[in-house]
């Protein structure tokens, strides 16, 4: 009797020290998740001077830039006669990851094809593969793939990248003999720019030109972030320590990590990691208007450049009329991702809203096939569209009859 009475107040004391423990977590969740969303929201609050010190390389942009590589994806092949060339953006790659590698950047050419066309309606069964898989299949065609993970925090027309990139297209060349074809995501088409400057001969070995939301006038994103982060920091300045020792230490070991890792370093949430990052050199360099855009150079004469645009467009009845919103695909404004081509392909994604609550409602539902709410002409995944994907694929067939 004694033994069991002993047992069931064990018993009872052990619930009830378990329901403490969870009142206590209860009381202390919310405070936690409050400071955490804080103090990783503020870090965006960086000045872009402080950034960019971050990021600044060790020596010279070559030296920087030693972690770039050319990856070929398709089989060798001894009737290969053609090569293509695909160059990613931002922050982003083309490498897969390995087994257990952490990787916050993903392929844009890799992606599975999700989307039928601006819609967002699905695609059928059977036709998901990827731009790059649909490259492959192509019997003689030879696909490579630039790789600057490690760099692409920084800025391409200083962190050495560009070099780099006009050296693998003529060892490609030479190694096909023939002309390489050249598809390049958000930056890439910008880098692809600064290797022309830099190597001007380079010109008569590239093909086709196929760049899909390149920033060529710069991201207006960019400059909202920094108005943003200066509403962030005016909140801050009632907490100094925070503002000026805290926060100023999280972005400079954030920022140190992407320049020299900008496909795992950081381990932030995405939406934070990208907020410093925009306040780096890169992100500096893409704000609409930026001296580094005012030096972007020019495409050579006599080089084809197809540009694809993503345009999202949302309306709605208003009581003067009907309101529309053009978002571009999110982070590029059309006219940005257009400019100095010599033929352009916009793909729209249009969304017409009921008016009222149920139009709130699609948007908050996620029915909205635009960017941020949806993805079909959104910025990252814009590959996902089949619409954009046989729009590249036409491009790299030549340019259209007149």
Not at 11 to 22: M, P
Not at 33 to 52: F, G, N
Not at 213 to 226: M, R, T, Y
Not at 286 to 299: I, M, V, Y
Request: glycine letters at 10%; hydrophobic letters at 45%; charged letters at 15%.
């Amino acid at each position: 009797m004694e033994l069991g009475r002993r047992s069931r107040a064990l018993a009872r004391a052990v619930v009830h020290a378990r329901s403490r423990v969870r009142r206590r977590r209860s009381r202390w969740r919310p405070l936690v998740a409050l400071s955490t969303v804080v103090v990783l929201a503020a870090t965006a609050t960086l000045a872009p001077a402080a950034a960019s010190s971050a990021f600044a390389p060790a020596g010279s942009g070559v030296a920087a830039a030693l972690g770039d590589r050319v990856v070929r994806f398709s089989q060798e092949g001894e009737q290969d006669s053609r090569a293509v060339l695909l160059v990613h953006g931002w922050l982003s790659t083309v490498l897969p990851a390995a087994d257990g590698q952490r990787s916050y950047a993903r392929s844009p050419f890799s992606r599975p094809v999700q989307w039928r066309d601006g819609s967002g309606a699905p695609v059928a069964r059977g036709m998901t593969a990827s731009l790059q898989e649909r490259l492959e299949a192509q019997p003689g065609l030879a696909v490579y793939a630039f790789d600057y993970s490690a760099n692409s925090a920084g800025w391409v027309g200083s962190n050495g990248s560009a070099d780099n990139l006009a050296a693998a297209i003529r060892s490609i060349a030479d190694s096909v003999h023939g002309p390489v074809d050249i598809v390049t995501h958000s930056m890439g088409g910008l880098a692809l720019r600064y290797a022309l400057r830099d190597d001007p001969a380079i010109a008569a070995l590239i093909g086709e030109v196929v760049t899909v939301a390149a920033p060529s006038q710069g991201s207006d994103i960019a400059n909202v972030a920094v108005d943003i982060a200066a509403a962030i920091r005016a909140t801050m300045s009632t907490v100094p320590v925070l503002q000026n020792l805290v926060l100023p230490w999280i972005g400079a070991v954030c920022n140190n990590q992407l320049a020299t890792d900008a496909r795992g370093g950081c381990d932030l949430p995405p939406i934070i990691r990208t907020g410093i990052a925009a306040l780096g050199p890169a992100g500096t360099a893409l704000r609409a208007g930026s001296a580094d855009l005012a030096d972007l150079p020019d495409w050579p004469a006599g080089l084809h450049v197809h540009a694809i645009a993503g345009s999202a467009v949302v309306t709605m009845p208003l009581p003067t009329g009907i309101g529309e919103a053009r978002l571009g695909d999110g982070l590029v404004a059309e006219d940005s991702a257009l400019a100095g081509a010599s033929e352009t392909t916009v793909i729209t994604c249009r969304t017409d809203l009921p008016p009222g609550a149920a139009g709130v409602g699609m948007v908050l539902s996620g029915q909205v096939a635009a960017p941020p709410f949806g993805g079909a002409c959104g910025h990252d995944a814009i590959f996902s569209n089949l619409e954009v994907v046989d729009a590249v694929l036409a491009a790299l067939r030549g340019p259209s009859p007149a």
